[in-house]
């Protein structure tokens, strides 16, 4: 069964940076896989925080996090990070890490059929 496990979350200052870690069992994947952190606010809907293809050479981003997180993988570990920098209050959330069977990263959350289930990042005032 293939598993997603995410960590590093956890209570920060605004201004200060946590970093993700999403780890896969991706010995049961068939195929190459593409990466993505989704988020989900309390009362919110999940929405697309940044995605990473199978290389790593191409990386999405939505406009709120641009600049400030940075994802990227360690194949040879089978695992994704989230770099979360200049972190705001805004930014609280569970982040959950995702990924879809095939090589290209893409923003839509249906397109990701494997979930983690997700750590909690809260970034005081």
């Known amino acids: 069964q293939v598993q997603l496990v995410e960590s590093g979350g956890g209570l920060v200052q605004a201004g200060g940076s946590l970093r993700l870690s999403c780890t896969t069992s991706?010995?049961?994947?068939?195929?190459?896989?593409?990466m993505a952190w989704f988020r989900q606010a309390p009362g919110k809907e999940r929405e697309f925080v940044a995605a990473?293809?199978?290389?790593?050479?191409?990386?999405l981003y939505a406009d709120s996090v641009k600049g400030r997180f940075t994802i990227s993988r360690d194949n040879a570990k089978d695992t994704v990070y989230l770099q979360m920098n200049s972190l705001e209050p805004e930014d609280t959330a569970v982040y959950y890490c995702?990924?879809?069977?095939?090589?290209?990263?893409?923003?839509?959350?249906?397109?990701?059929?494997?979930w983690g289930q997700g750590t909690q990042v809260t970034v005081s005032s």
């Open positions: 991706a010995r049961t994947f068939e195929t190459n896989y593409a």
């Open positions: 990473i293809s199978w290389s790593g050479a191409n990386t």
């Open positions: 995702a990924a879809r069977l095939g090589p290209v990263a893409v923003t839509t959350l249906v397109s990701y059929r494997v």
